[in-house]
């Protein structure tokens, strides 16, 4: 079996066992490159295969998607209900610790199992795990269909919540840097060029640039949510408390009285068919997943979503 590793000579595809032992053996079919990722590579070599979003079909043929958190279910965050703040963190995340999906093949925990709604490709259920981290922010925040949204980077985290804004009923614009991201946001539904005030502003660059924008166009009293990985500290503009924010904070993705926020991101894609074709920009096959990852890493290439397919 073929499988994508950060080796001493970098992101490699390597020949691997087959995968063994208890749980549910996918089939893969998508797996997206992560801006997590690209950042992990650059920490030398790592022990398990890359890849936390993943599409693929069980062993029984039906198409699903791979929700990425493998939870203990006994810590005290488990127990209250908050299974994306588990207590063992990244030690039981594929991709990450465990083997993720840039591979032939994966074997997950059967409760990892996301179905895939009619309407939803395995080819494009890798946009599930990125997207259901903002179904899970915006859950947290409250957010309805009457806030005025405005996000703030429009990577594939950004396009995202823009997604989520558009599928909640939100009139929503962003501030996008690049042509590519400017096209995918209108696609999507999104106005550009974000002005005046608003209910609801999303950092999705997690820069110190960025929340001070975020600031800027927030209401007094509105809500800050914060769904991108700050790989460096961030710093608040000065007074930026005289609009009296609430800010919010989002870990990946977890579970509701409803149902799932990776089952919600799953209906979505299926809801706004015209998002996966915006957001994903570049296929691969497996063997060719260095130059994969070099054109994610090139936002000026017009590279938004890039996507391995065994």
Request: glycine content about 12%; charged content about 20%; overall charge negative.
């Amino acid at each position: 079996m073929q499988a994508v590793r950060n080796t001493e000579s970098g992101v490699t595809v390597v020949d691997l066992p087959e995968p063994d032992g208890e749980g549910q053996l996918v089939e893969v079919v998508s797996s997206g490159i992560c801006g997590s990722d690209l950042h992990m590579i650059g920490w030398g070599p790592l022990p398990a295969t890359l890849g936390h979003e993943i599409g693929g079909r069980s062993s029984d043929g039906s198409p699903v998607a791979i929700w990425s958190l493998l939870p203990c279910g006994h810590c005290d965050r488990c127990r209250a209900g908050e299974l994306q703040q588990c207590r063992t963190g990244t030690s039981t995340l594929y991709g990450v610790s465990l083997d993720g999906g840039m591979a032939d093949r994966i074997l997950v925990d059967p409760r990892c199992l996301i179905p895939l709604p009619a309407g939803l490709t395995p080819a494009d259920a890798c946009l599930v795990e990125p997207i259901a981290c903002s179904v899970h922010a915006f859950r947290r925040a409250g957010v309805s269909g009457s806030d005025r949204v405005a996000v703030v980077g429009a990577g594939s985290i950004g396009l995202g919540a823009v997604s989520v804004a558009a599928w909640r009923g939100c009139s929503v614009d962003v501030a996008a840097r690049h042509a590519a991201q400017r096209a995918a946001a209108e696609a999507i539904g999104a106005g550009l060029a974000p002005e005046g005030e608003y209910d609801v502003v999303v950092d999705a660059a997690g820069t110190s640039g960025s929340i001070e924008r975020c600031i800027e166009l927030l209401r007094p009293g509105g809500k800050v949510i914060l769904v991108s990985t700050a790989w460096e500290p961030m710093q608040f503009p000065t007074f930026f408390m005289n609009k009296e924010p609430t800010i919010y904070t989002a870990t990946m993705h977890g579970e509701h009285s409803g149902g799932s926020d990776m089952a919600d991101a799953a209906q979505l894609l299926a809801d706004l068919p015209q998002v996966a074709p915006a957001v994903i920009t570049h296929r691969f096959p497996l063997a060719k997943a260095a130059d994969a990852f070099g054109v994610a890493a090139d936002r000026s290439a017009g590279a938004i979503k890039v996507v391995l397919e065994p």
